[in-house]
């Protein structure tokens, strides 16, 4: 699996959009990205996935840029039970590989 | 859908014991994975089955650590003899197999901590 690479923490105040970058250089042609997020004390929890284009649900955004070496995951309303760890991962059939991730603060 | 279930929530232990944790996955859900996340760190996938067949197991203590699941349903997680830094959240996750492309999403349940003294 390609690695990522996520910034260890980040602050975003409630009601403002939350954006989460994570590099992803060595990504190849077949390889999914996906973002789950982990609330203390449980499992994490899917949020969106993508291979070339932008995708939305009803959770986030995720914007991937055209080379694939990075993405971005917004969420656009942030609330104070959006702070958890999120996770960016790049991944064939299968196989996936958690780094640590970012911690979201949400802030009133 | 029920979600994944889990059990014990908890377990505390002293080194050398043994342990096992249990995992019933989603409902028609193919894929079961045992991941073990130490504290402030991602989880590490530990094993993970096919139906009842083992696809990977690379990153599994083998001479410590045992996993099975009997039927393709439920699983076991086990440990023996446990040792300090096993202390861990043991996460099971599952996910429907659909062949050829990587879409499989995994749902994950609630963990067991352990605690071993």
């Known amino acids: 699996d390609a690695k990522t690479t996520q910034p260890t923490s980040m602050d975003c105040a409630e009601g403002r959009a939350a954006n989460l970058p994570c590099n992803h250089s060595t990504i190849s042609g077949n390889e999914y990205v996906y973002w789950y997020r982990q609330i203390h004390s449980q499992g994490p929890q899917y949020i969106i996935h993508g291979l070339k284009n932008n995708e939305t649900n009803e959770m986030a955004s995720l914007i991937i840029t055209e080379d694939r070496k990075s993405s971005t995951l917004i969420l656009p309303h942030a609330t104070l039970r959006d702070t958890a760890v999120y996770y960016c991962i790049v991944r064939v059939v299968g196989k996936s590989t958690f780094g640590d991730g970012t911690t979201l603060t949400v802030k009133p | 859908e029920a979600g994944v279930a889990q059990s014990p929530r908890y377990k505390i232990i002293e080194k050398r014991q043994s342990v096992a944790f249990w995992c019933n996955p989603i409902s028609g859900h193919a894929t079961l994975y045992w991941y073990q996340q130490i504290l402030g760190q991602g989880p590490k996938l530990l094993i993970q089955f096919q139906n009842n067949g083992v696809v990977d197991d690379s990153q599994l203590p083998k001479d410590r650590f045992s996993a099975e699941r009997l039927k393709g349903v439920d699983s076991t997680l086990k440990i023996q003899p446990a040792k300090l830094e096993d202390s861990a959240v043991y996460l099971c996750?599952?996910?429907?197999?659909?062949?050829?492309?990587?879409?499989?999403?995994?749902?994950f349940g609630a963990g067991t901590r352990l605690s071993v003294l």
């Open positions: 996750a599952s996910s429907r197999w659909t062949s050829g492309v990587a879409k499989n999403i995994q749902y």
